[in-house]
């Protein structure tokens, strides 16, 4: 399992947090703790999926937004309200965006459509990505501490403990995604 974390946990990292990632990079904290993964390379993947995950939901936003907002009166209509917000609070909210969950992919699609310059949103997104990898890394590494204390010989368990934690990650993703994909449907429709 050991090599399968150093092999892969990496990749891993890179994808999660291209996606919201706040869990993979908790994980990637303890396994770093736990002597499976280097803390700075964690924190280094976690910074390179983040900004790459920014941009791509922010051009995404520039080159698709103006379609679906042309398509949709109610959007439409509060476009300008949301550049004159931007405008005034833009920084603010590129960098609160990171650690706000579960919701950081729309707001780049809209800061995307806005009349935002793509060398603010990328400056700020890069001071963003910087401070939230390394903040979440270290929660996840000193958490880690946590669990060393209580598994003493985690060699013996890691057959068991790694699988599990693994299979809770992925459990409490698919609920929550049901759970927005329920809101989604409820508040939009189909």
């Given at each position: 399992?050991?090599?399968?974390?150093?092999?892969?946990?990496?990749?891993?990292?890179?994808?999660?947090?291209?996606?919201?990632?706040?869990?993979?990079v908790l994980l990637g904290g303890i396994f770093s703790r736990l002597g499976y993964m280097n803390?700075?390379?964690?924190?280094?993947?976690?910074?390179?999926?983040?900004?790459?995950?920014?941009?791509?939901?922010?051009?995404?936003?520039?080159?698709?937004?103006?379609?679906?907002?042309?398509?949709?009166?109610?959007?439409?209509?509060?476009?300008?309200?949301?550049?004159?917000?931007?405008?005034?609070?833009?920084?603010?909210?590129?960098?609160?965006?990171?650690?706000?969950?579960?919701?950081?992919?729309?707001?780049?699609?809209?800061?995307?459509?806005?009349?935002?310059?793509?060398?603010?949103?990328?400056?700020?997104?890069?001071?963003?990505?910087?401070?939230?990898?390394?903040?979440?890394?270290?929660?996840?590494?000193?958490?880690?501490?946590?669990?060393?204390?209580?598994?003493?010989?985690?060699?013996?368990?890691?057959?068991?403990?790694?699988?599990?934690?693994?299979?809770?990650?992925?459990?409490?993703?698919?609920?929550?995604?049901?759970?927005?994909?329920?809101?989604e449907k409820e508040t939009y429709g189909d």
């Amino acid at each position: 399992m050991e090599a399968y974390i150093a092999k892969y946990g990496y990749i891993g990292i890179f994808v999660g947090t291209f996606l919201e990632g706040e869990t993979t990079v908790l994980l990637g904290g303890i396994f770093s703790r736990l002597g499976y993964m280097n803390i700075l390379m964690v924190m280094f993947y976690a910074f390179a999926g983040t900004l790459a995950g920014d941009c791509t939901f922010f051009s995404i936003g520039r080159c698709f937004g103006k379609t679906i907002i042309e398509r949709f009166e109610f959007i439409r209509k509060r476009v300008p309200l949301a550049n004159k917000i931007i405008k005034h609070y833009g920084n603010f909210i590129i960098f609160a965006i990171r650690f706000l969950v579960g919701i950081r992919a729309i707001i780049l699609i809209l800061l995307g459509c806005t009349n935002m310059k793509v060398g603010r949103f990328f400056m700020y997104s890069i001071l963003n990505s910087i401070c939230w990898s390394i903040l979440v890394g270290i929660v996840g590494y000193l958490f880690g501490r946590v669990v060393f204390v209580f598994v003493d010989d985690i060699k013996r368990y890691e057959t068991v403990i790694v699988p599990v934690v693994l299979g809770l990650v992925v459990l409490l993703i698919l609920v929550y995604r049901h759970i927005m994909n329920k809101k989604e449907k409820e508040t939009y429709g189909d």
